[in-house]
């Protein structure tokens, strides 16, 4: 398996307070397999891929959510630019056996992320398939702050909609304020992007925070958005179309949000 583009998304998990109940589920919607990784953690694959992780909740003050994780080569110093360009790290670099050296922090308005430095692992092996990976974007609302951060930090070059033409995956409409960001050394625009910057509008809750929400990809987004609520799961936003597919916000059984995407007919 390649190793990753520097700063590019390469590994997501999610924090339930169920490990169970969260196979149950995504095991029925995704027709994920797991199988035991250290501790109270379960791998995630499809058709034999490695895909995503759900672990166990240590502490019941810790977020239900999906977290995302970007590569790096070089942890450290990608820490201390986290650091030094306002965001704050709240894991320092820990290794994880031979697998990798892993790392969280946060960028200037709250939204937490992962760092992850491969060894054995190098992240997924599987993405932008039907039941795997395929997009995530930063839900913020200190845009200026938040553009500079991911810049200096992680290298990106970006555009928004009147730049490139359109939005990303979450950008239903135009006039949408929203930024795609592309690796270092590559042109900016959709090609290339992986990965982008949403707005909180006031048409949200104060008390929301800043969060990654993370996409993955569906052979059908409405029968996958039914298989959510059959599961037990909620539909946040119902299944619309976008210029890059069919899209829906959903809710896991435990109240985890994550997005599906159905790619456009080629």
């Known amino acids: 398996m390649a190793a990753f583009a520097q700063s590019a998304p390469c590994w997501v998990d999610v924090q339930l307070p169920d490990l169970e109940a969260g196979k149950r589920f995504y095991g029925e919607l995704f027709g994920w397999t797991f199988r035991a990784g250290d501790g109270p953690y379960a791998d995630a694959l499809s058709d ?24 790096t080569d070089d942890i450290a110093g990608t820490v ?17 056996g031979r697998s990798g050296v892993l790392a969280q922090a946060a960028d200037p308005g709250g939204a937490v992320f992962g760092l992850w430095q491969a060894g054995e692992r190098k992240g997924f092996q599987k993405q932008n ?25 992680f290298g990106f070059r970006s555009v928004g909609i009147d730049d490139a033409g359109t939005g990303g995956p979450g ?20 090609d290339t992007a992986v990965g982008g910057r949403s707005v909180i509008t006031d048409a949200f809750p104060a008390e929301m925070p800043s969060y990654f929400l993370s996409y ?18 909620r539909v946040s936003e119902p299944p619309f179309d976008i210029p890059y597919g069919r899209m829906a916000v959903l809710q896991d059984d435990q109240g985890a949000v994550f997005a599906l995407l159905q790619p456009p007919v080629s």
């Open 171 to 190: 950008t239903a409409e135009s006039g949408v304020d929203f930024r795609m960001w592309s690796p270092a050394g590559t042109e900016p625009g959709p």
């Open 80 to 96: 201390a630019r986290v650091r030094e360009h306002g965001g704050q790290v709240i894991t320092d670099p820990v290794r994880a």
């Open 129 to 153: 398939e039907p039941g795997s990976f395929c997009w995530t974007e930063v839900y913020t609302r200190q845009k200026d702050r938040v553009d500079a951060f991911y810049e200096e930090v």
């Open 216 to 233: 993955f990809a569906v052979a059908d987004c409405d029968a996958s958005a039914e298989t959510v609520k059959r599961l037990g799961g």
């Open 48 to 71: 034999g891929a490695l895909v995503a992780a759900l672990a166990a909740k240590q502490d019941g003050r810790m977020p239900t959510a999906w977290g995302v994780y970007f590569a």
